[in-house]
């Protein structure tokens, strides 16, 4: 089926160019010069992605891509911005107003191929056996309700004192975050929680809340304690390679928006161990020479699809930013050609092959493609270098 396509933009030169070069690869286009005309029309069309500028009169990119998350959670959001305005296009892809951004000026090959690449992974979500498997579970798990108000309130340009006070009310996370502030790993002395709050910083908060909350809905009996315990120091220290290998070959930071990329990858493996734990089970405690196949293979040939789906098919529901969907999905395929972060979803893969191969008694096969190494500004003898020193300060 032709996919629809909304261009709102109050430049009208701006609209006639996406238009033609998006008309151009097959799709249907419509267009709109404000965010309540664009409303308007999703009454009454049929809508696959929107496409917004930022700076509008009246309703503005953001305000917008948050009333159709509100009214459309399913439409594909895209914001498209200049790099001015880099602060509101990482917040709204953070609080999932947007699930993918374009900077300005924009090249015609690089569009066709951004959005052809949103399309075919949104396509691949939405399969009829990937849904038929979500259909034999009871009920998704949902965001943590302490996640959601934090959100809300980064949302709305909180201060500190108003984290500070949201943190304080869960005494649970009140302990974990000074715990965490003054860990070796950080070095620091910290007395409160507005201090540990400034001190760790926003995203470091909201993955330290999503992991607890995720991983303890997935602590369903006392027999699966343990799996859930190790799923979750698995993750945990994939993300901190992520990040670190990600700083070391960068020299920057993750971007905030994708913070949680390592942390959420394997999420697809809680899904599995509630809903299918006999097969989860088989397929995670077989030995290395046991697997015919690879392991996402046995796990299609015993559920019905993989758990990188699995896992993204939960991130899609939850609408968190397309580069983390996709790093879940892409993590163990990182390089198909779907994927729009190539360089996260290398290092991910990367991540997580050696926290597997390298870390964990439980020798579940995750070999690293040699071509993934060419999506990084290092070759493999120095990648593997910095790996080996991560291990050791952060093990």
């Known amino acids: 089926m032709t996919k629809r396509i909304l261009v709102v933009d109050d430049e009208e030169s701006m609209i006639r160019w996406l238009g033609r070069t998006l008309r151009s690869s097959g799709y249907i286009i419509h267009t709109a010069g404000s965010g309540d005309e664009a409303l308007a029309i999703m009454e009454h ?5 929107i496409m917004s ?10 305000e917008l891509l948050l009333a159709v998350k509100k009214r459309y959670p399913k439409i594909i959001r895209v914001m498209l911005s ?18 993918a951004y374009l900077d300005k000026p924009i090249d015609n090959a690089m569009l066709k191929s951004r959005i052809g690449r949103l399309f075919s992974t949104c396509d691949r979500l939405h399969n009829m056996q990937l849904l038929s498997v979500i259909e034999k579970m009871d009920v998704m798990p949902v965001l943590p309700s302490v ?7 980064i949302r709305r ?17 009140a302990a974990k975050i000074l715990q965490l502030a003054n860990s070796s790993f950080y070095g620091a002395t910290i007395g409160t929680i507005i201090q540990a709050v400034v001190f760790l910083g926003l995203e470091t908060l909201k993955n330290l809340i999503l992991s607890t909350e995720i ?70 405690h077989a030995q290395p020479d046991d697997h015919a196949i690879s392991p996402e293979s046995a796990e299609v040939t015993a559920i019905g699809v993989s758990h990188s789906s699995l896992g993204a098919c939960l991130l899609d529901l939850w609408n968190l930013p397309h580069g983390i969907v996709e790093t879940c999905l892409y993590h163990h395929d990182p390089l198909n050609d779907a994927v729009t972060e190539p360089q996260l979803c290398a290092l991910v893969h990367i991540a997580d092959a050696f926290t597997w191969n390298a870390i964990h008694s439980v020798k579940y096969p995750c070999p690293i493609r040699e071509e993934v190494f060419s999506r990084l500004p290092a070759d493999r003898m120095r990648t593997e270098e910095i790996m080996q020193e991560l291990m050791i300060s952060v093990g």
Do not use: W
């Not at 500028?53 to 953001?62: K, L, Q, S």
């Not at 996640?147 to 309130?153: E, I, N, R, S, T």
């Not at 027999?223 to 315990?229: A, D, F, G, I």
């Open 147 to 153: 996640y959601d108000k934090l959100v809300a309130l």
């Open 82 to 99: 200049a790099y001015a305005e880099r602060e509101i296009v990482i917040k709204a892809v953070a609080d999932g107003a947007a699930r």
């Open 53 to 62: 500028d930022m700076r509008m009169p009246g309703m503005n990119g953001y």
């Open 157 to 173: 340009n909180c201060s500190m004192e108003e984290v500070a006070g949201l943190i304080t009310r869960n005494p649970e996370y």
């Open 45 to 49: 069309e049929p809508i696959d992605m």
């Open 215 to 284: 991983f303890r809905s997935f602590l369903t009996t006392p027999s699966n304690r343990q799996e859930v315990v190790f799923l979750l120091e698995h993750a945990n220290m994939t993300n901190r390679l992520f990040h670190g290998l990600y700083q070391r070959l960068n020299r920057k930071a993750v971007p905030g928006e994708y913070s949680c990329a390592g942390l959420l990858h394997d999420t697809g493996f809680l899904l599995m161990l509630k809903y299918f734990p006999s097969q989860y089970q088989a397929i995670m």
